[in-house]
């Protein structure tokens, strides 16, 4: 064992150092920077009565359903709204049906797992997160409604003064358009679009070792596309070194900002905006010197972050932009430290894994592949978004993208964590019935994605999915009336 | 005597809210008991749907953000007023 330490520790530490230059210099900037700030602004901004009001006891299945999906999704950027929330609308709303939509969906489809996923994985998985979550979440709450029917009739004596607020409680409109430029601002970055990734103008600064410079970085960092390490650009170590300055500012300037707006706030804001636009930049290292591209993500991303500074100063009030900072620096400080972490660990473990491993178990669509999937998020528990990189590495290792999905929506739901949580709300019976369709509805999601990706048509697929639904509810429906005659009901 | 209550499971934004309650209650000269109530089923109980919360003498002046000490020394002065 010493001896197998001995001679990987070196490789294992230099695979976590390269993984997180690789990351923060590619990935972090234009999708989680924004990202955290849209968190905040959501978490800040939007009323929670404009979504709460539609899951009080007397609305329809129709509108509550709905309702607690997009709760999950607006709402439920952090676990200060999730755990309350649940309790609120399970004990005194709409009941469990509704709660556990809320719960199932929340965690798969806040912003900033959907971005991230997006960014670093590929849009198409992270919108059959979104879509097969949504469905599934909703399936599951409406099968748990049916289980536990009797349970929910007892609380339906309680009131529901909660979700009795006026639909006057809506939005501001300046700070819905703030939301809305920076979720504008985010797909320009992100965004693989001809017109945002072109470049319009060109020049260049001189700077005669720029290519050596970059020959270097590169035989430090070096880039292998066959197990998915990504190197790191110029650029990248610019945008390290203004990351690391950010932090500092915003320690000084965010943490307190309950006191009032310090010179180390703006400083950390312009920092924050100029590592957008450098980012945004394509620089390219030429013998002659950097060759800098002005695309069209950076203008995008000028003009966004025009509009933001204006709205911010003229329309937002100070209270507001006061709560937009702080919940966006706590989400920073909650959740950036352990990614971080996270996919130092992971650039580590990834030296010591043989793709051949993972390609036997989850390599092509099996049922087998899916389960271990499934299985490998409910056993692991990981901190918040870091089964994104994580599940990079799975793929780059030749996962299939079925199996990988199943494990991206099993993991984030289930974790021994907020399984507690959530016995010490609904009881065991009903944690444990609903872990049970987490982890089955978890690896018939993957499964039918993999079909998909593998070329079954859409059709065929909608069809089993909708008989797999049937025979649930047949086989949910017989247990129920099986269980209310031996009652004698 | 005031019974001030900040609800929440312990997580960054209730341990800040406890700090500007304490403080408002000092700077107002005001000899306050602040109690901690971190049990969800109590959290609910107030109609709390996110955390923090606030309570001055069991009346909810608050709950989802983080207010200013100013507004923490109002809710204070109306609760000694009534």
């Known amino acids: 064992m010493m001896d197998w330490l001995s001679t990987h520790a070196p490789a294992m530490l230099a695979g976590g150092l390269r993984n997180l230059a690789a990351y923060l210099a590619a990935h972090v900037l234009l999708c989680l920077l924004p990202a955290f700030f849209i968190a905040g602004a959501m978490s800040a901004l939007i009323p929670k009565e404009s979504v709460t009001r539609f899951l009080g006891r007397n609305a329809p299945g129709v509108v509550s359903y709905p309702a607690a999906a997009a709760a999950g999704s607006l709402l439920a950027v952090c676990s200060c709204t999730i755990v309350p929330l649940f309790a609120g609308i399970y004990k005194k709303g709409a009941g469990i049906g509704p709660a556990i939509t809320f719960l199932f969906f929340a965690p798969a489809a806040n912003i900033l797992a959907l971005v991230y996923t997006g960014g670093v994985i590929g849009v198409d998985l992270a919108l059959a997160r979104f879509v097969l979550s949504l469905a599934f979440g909703i399936g599951i709450g409406l099968i748990m409604a049916l289980l536990f029917r009797a349970d929910d009739a007892e609380h339906d004596r309680a009131t529901d003064d909660?979700?009795?607020?006026?639909?006057?409680?809506?939005?501001?409109?300046?700070?819905?358009?703030?939301?809305?430029?920076?979720?504008?601002?985010?797909?320009?970055?992100?965004?693989?679009?001809?017109?945002?990734?072109?470049?319009?103008?060109?020049?260049?600064?001189?700077?005669?070792?720029?290519?050596?410079?970059?020959?270097?970085?590169?035989?430090?960092?070096?880039?292998?596309?066959?197990?998915?390490?990504?190197?790191?650009?110029?650029?990248?170590?610019?945008?390290?070194?203004?990351?690391?300055?950010?932090?500092?500012?915003?320690?000084?300037?965010?943490?307190?900002?309950?006191?009032?707006?310090?010179?180390?706030?703006?400083?950390?804001?312009?920092?924050?905006?100029?590592?957008?636009?450098?980012?945004?930049?394509?620089?390219?290292?030429?013998?002659?010197?950097?060759?800098?591209?002005?695309?069209?993500?950076?203008?995008?991303?000028?003009?966004?972050?025009?509009?933001?500074?204006?709205?911010?100063?003229?329309?937002?009030?100070?209270?507001e932009v006061r709560d937009w900072l702080w919940e966006s620096w706590r989400f920073v400080k909650q959740i950036f430290p352990l990614l971080v972490a996270g996919v130092f660990v992971v650039g580590m473990i990834r030296i010591v894994i043989q793709p051949e491993w993972i390609e036997a178990v989850a390599g092509t669509n099996s049922i087998v592949g899916n389960l271990a999937g499934v299985a490998f998020g409910v056993f692991m528990y990981f901190p918040t978004l870091v089964e994104v990189p994580i599940a990079q590495m799975f793929l780059d290792l030749g996962m299939h993208r079925g199996p990988l999905l199943?494990?991206?929506?099993?993991?984030?739901?289930?974790?021994?964590?907020?399984?507690?949580?959530?016995?010490?709300?609904?009881?065991?019976?009903?944690?444990?019935?609903?872990?049970?369709?987490?982890a089955l509805f978890s690896a018939v999601a993957g499964y039918s994605y993999g079909a998909w990706i593998d070329g079954t048509p859409l059709v065929v697929l909608l069809l089993s999915l909708a008989a797999f639904v049937a025979l649930l509810a047949a086989l949910l429906t017989f247990a129920s009336r099986r269980s209310a005659a031996l009652h004698g009901v | 005597?005031?019974?001030?209550?900040?609800?929440?499971?312990?997580?960054?934004?209730?341990?800040?809210?406890?700090?500007?309650?304490?403080?408002?209650?000092?700077?107002?000269?005001?000899?306050?008991?602040?109690?901690?109530?971190?049990?969800?089923?109590?959290?609910?109980?107030?109609?709390?749907?996110?955390?923090?919360?606030?309570?001055?003498?069991?009346?909810?002046?608050?709950?989802?953000?983080?207010?200013?000490?100013e507004n923490v020394a109002e809710w204070i002065a109306a609760a000694q007023g009534r």
């Open chain 2, 1 to 69: 005597m005031l019974t001030i209550k900040v609800l929440g499971p312990g997580c960054a934004n209730c341990r800040k809210l406890e700090e500007i309650a304490r403080a408002a209650a000092a700077s107002a000269g005001v000899t306050a008991e602040v109690v901690k109530v971190t049990d969800m089923q109590q959290i609910v109980g107030y109609g709390v749907l996110k955390t923090p919360g606030l309570v001055i003498d069991e009346k909810l002046v608050c709950s989802g953000r983080i207010p200013s000490a």
């Open chain 1, 406 to 438: 199943a494990y991206l929506m099993a993991d984030p739901e289930l974790s021994l964590q907020s399984v507690l949580i959530i016995a010490a709300i609904i009881g065991r019976t009903k944690t444990f019935t609903y872990v049970g369709f987490v």
């Open chain 1, 162 to 319: 909660v979700f009795s607020a006026q639909a006057g409680a809506g939005m501001r409109r300046p700070a819905l358009l703030f939301l809305l430029i920076w979720i504008a601002l985010l797909l320009a970055g992100t965004l693989k679009l001809g017109l945002l990734t072109g470049t319009y103008a060109q020049f260049t600064v001189p700077w005669a070792g720029a290519d050596a410079w970059q020959a270097a970085l590169d035989r430090l960092v070096p880039y292998n596309a066959h197990n998915g390490e990504e190197g790191v650009s110029a650029q990248g170590v610019l945008l390290i070194v203004l990351l690391a300055a950010i932090g500092l500012a915003a320690w000084r300037g965010l943490e307190n900002i309950h006191d009032g707006v310090t010179r180390w706030t703006r400083a950390c804001l312009a920092l924050i905006a100029a590592t957008l636009l450098l980012a945004a930049l394509a620089i390219e290292a030429t013998p002659a010197g950097l060759r800098i591209g002005l695309t069209g993500k950076f203008f995008g991303i000028a003009v966004g972050l025009g509009a933001l500074h204006f709205l911010a100063r003229q329309r937002l009030s100070g209270d």
